[in-house]
């Protein structure tokens, strides 16, 4: 499956954003899904992920209460809801895809999408 994350962009702090991770290739619905993100200088990090029928959702601590992922599986995408949000947030923001389970580790992830740069202005 190829994925290909967009929506990012510059924004002040409070405001929102919706991240969109379209899938091509297979449908997604066989798949765990999930947003990280990688701020300059440190290592990519959990946001969200959620299961293959969208009815179970797990969140970073930083994001919780301000970020919500869901998915539409009719139409092969993901999404990520940024409310409320904060200059550390700022980082580039990948969607990723695995088979196996439900999990926070990147590296248990086999699909990748391109990244898209969020930039939060304080």
């Known amino acids: 499956v190829q994925l290909q994350a967009f929506g990012g962009g510059l924004v002040q702090a409070g405001g929102s954003l919706r991240l969109s991770c379209a899938a091509s290739?297979?449908?997604?619905?066989?798949?765990?899904m999930g947003w990280f993100r990688q701020a300059p200088g440190k290592e990519r990090e959990f946001v969200a992920t959620?299961?293959?029928?969208?009815?179970?959702?797990n969140y970073a601590d930083s994001v919780k209460g301000r970020f919500t992922i869901s998915r539409d599986n009719a139409k092969n995408t993901v999404y990520l809801q940024m409310n409320s949000l904060k200059p550390e947030d700022t980082a580039v923001y990948y969607c990723?895809?695995?088979?196996?389970?439900?999990?926070?580790?990147?590296?248990?992830?086999?699909?990748w999408g391109q990244g898209t740069l969020v930039t939060v202005s304080s």
């Open positions: 990723a895809g695995n088979y196996l389970k439900f999990t926070v580790v990147p590296g248990d992830y086999n699909y």
């Open positions: 959620v299961s293959r029928d969208g009815g179970v959702t």
């Open positions: 290739g297979r449908t997604i619905g066989r798949y765990y």
